[in-house]
């Protein structure tokens, strides 16, 4: 499993009876967690002195119980790069932090590349992949169909100092977006591909990502040349392993353009117990 150990001011504390204990700078938030099915006791003390806990509805959905008062938003930094931080809906804070050893290793493929390096974040969300990409040096084209989303990832750019650099903000459902792009004729080194597990599109399309992620990746192939250097694909989806994933790359992107695809499980080191939390999958294209 892979690990980010570089954080500074995020921090998994402890993770118990379906929920975790995190710190986001110098907030304390409990949040729901599925996979923590292990009641290992909850003897930390910041168990009782959160900031606030999500807390999910018996009907659905749920809701933030706020205890001691929360900015709008507040900053939290992971080395040169500052991102904004909000309790949203759903649990969510607009960061995954486990994804910062994509990060690291997307701002190693750029920096190694010796060359211009053109990057295409499909479903970029918040824009933390971008924002890495242009701290290393490439050129970015950020698509999300959410212009909320969009609009939180160019405030993560500025926050980093990278607004100014080369970056196409795009709000569109990314499957259309893809299928222009091929029709233009245009092609990426890298593409970063962080799909939703179930969605709507704007006509709504049911989105699967089962039943969809396969051909979606067979289109994403003509978006890479012969000189491309990696295609990421993430998944939060508890039906779609590494293993699978690793094999739909490898026999869509790898029978086009050969190269080879890997994977592994993504995860967070737990402070209180030292072991790690799965937090999803990451597979790899890579050209070499």
């Known amino acids: 499993m892979r690990c980010s150990h570089n954080w500074k001011e995020y921090e998994l504390i402890d993770c118990s009876d379906g929920e975790r204990l995190e710190r986001w700078g110098d907030k304390i938030l409990i949040r729901p967690d599925p996979q923590v099915i292990w009641k290992s006791g909850k003897v930390n003390e910041l168990w009782h002195q959160a900031d606030a806990r999500y807390e999910r509805s018996k009907t659905g959905g749920g809701a933030w119980q706020v205890y001691h008062k929360l900015p709008e938003s507040w900053e939290i930094n992971y080395g040169d790069l500052r991102f904004g931080v909000k309790t949203m809906g759903f649990k969510h804070t607009g960061i995954f932090p486990e994804q910062a050893v994509n990060w690291d290793r997307l701002a190693e493929l750029i ?52 607004e100014d650099r080369p970056v196409r903000w795009i709000v569109d459902d990314c499957i259309k977006f893809v299928k222009r792009e091929i029709r233009r004729g245009n092609t990426y080194d890298i593409i970063i591909m962080d799909p939703p597990s179930y969605g709507r599109g704007p006509n709504k399309e049911v989105w699967r990502l089962e039943d969809q992620i396969f051909e979606f990746c067979q289109t994403c192939a003509h978006l890479l040349n012969e000189k491309s250097l990696a295609l990421f694909l993430n998944s939060y989806s508890t039906g779609l392993s590494a293993a699978v994933m690793q094999y739909v790359l490898a026999a869509s992107i790898g029978q086009f353009r050969g190269g080879v695809a890997q994977s592994d499980e993504i995860g967070l080191r737990v402070s209180d117990s030292g072991l790690v939390l799965p937090c999803g999958a990451t597979a790899i294209w890579s050209k070499e």
Request: glycine share 12%.
């Open 111 to 162: 920096r190694s590349a010796g060359r211009p390096v053109k990057v295409l974040n499909l479903f970029g969300y918040t824009g933390c992949a971008t924002v890495a990409c242009l701290q290393a040096g490439a050129s970015v084209c950020h698509v999300d169909a959410s212009k909320g989303m969009v609009q939180w990832a160019k405030e993560n750019a500025r926050l980093s100092g990278v």
